[in-house]
C-alpha cells in the first residue's frame, strides 16, 4: 500500500481536500488497488456507495471482488421501471437537507453490504443507508474509505477502515 498520507492533504479544518489526487490516473488506480486490499478479510455479498465521489472507488474494487454493485442516489433521481424506490431523508455534514434512495427489489433480506466512501466525515450517508438496509433484512458489515474524519473505528457498530 501506497504511504497515502503524504499525497492526500487536509484542510485547517480537517477536511480532506482530494482535488490534487484526482488529476493522477496512477493515483486513481493505486487507491483502487489499496481499498480492494482491505476488503479482503471482510466477508461481504455485495458493495454500495452514495453518489457522487463514491462510485469513482467503489465500482473499480465492486469489478475487482467480482461482486455486485448497489448505488444509493441522491432523492428524486432514479427513474426505475417499475417505480419502486425506497428512500431516507437526512442533514448531511454540512448540517442540510440530503436524502439517497435505492430500487427497493436491490436490497435483500441477509444481504451482508461492504460500503465505500470517498471520505467519512460524520457518517450521515452511511447511517442512512445502513438504515434502508438493515429495514429490509440486509446489514452494512464494514465501511471503508479514504479518509475517515470522524474520529472513530466505528459508526452506528459498523466498523471503518481507512487508507489515512
Do not use: H, Q
Request: overall charge neutral.
Amino acid at each position: 500500500m501506497r504511504d497515502w498520507k503524504s499525497i492526500i492533504k487536509y484542510s485547517d479544518s480537517e477536511k480532506i481536500i482530494l482535488g490534487p489526487f484526482w488529476s493522477s490516473g496512477d493515483n486513481l488506480k493505486a487507491v483502487a488497488g489499496d481499498l480492494y486490499e482491505l476488503t479482503k478479510n471482510i466477508e461481504y455479498d455485495c458493495i454500495a456507495t452514495a453518489e457522487s465521489k463514491g462510485i469513482v472507488f467503489a465500482a473499480p474494487v465492486a469489478a475487482m471482488a467480482g461482486k455486485p454493485f448497489l448505488l444509493f442516489r441522491k432523492l428524486g433521481k432514479i427513474s426505475s421501471n417499475n417505480g419502486a424506490t425506497v428512500g431516507i431523508e437526512f442533514s448531511n455534514w454540512r448540517n442540510s437537507p440530503d436524502g439517497i434512495e435505492i430500487e427497493s427489489y436491490l436490497l435483500k433480506e441477509g444481504m451482508k453490504v461492504l460500503f465505500i466512501d470517498d471520505k467519512i466525515e460524520r457518517g450521515c450517508t452511511l447511517k442512512a443507508a445502513n438504515t434502508l438496509i438493515s429495514e429490509r433484512g440486509g446489514k452494512i458489515v464494514a465501511c471503508i474509505c479514504i479518509g475517515n474524519t470522524y474520529g472513530t473505528d466505528k459508526i452506528d457498530s459498523i466498523p471503518v477502515y481507512s487508507l489515512l
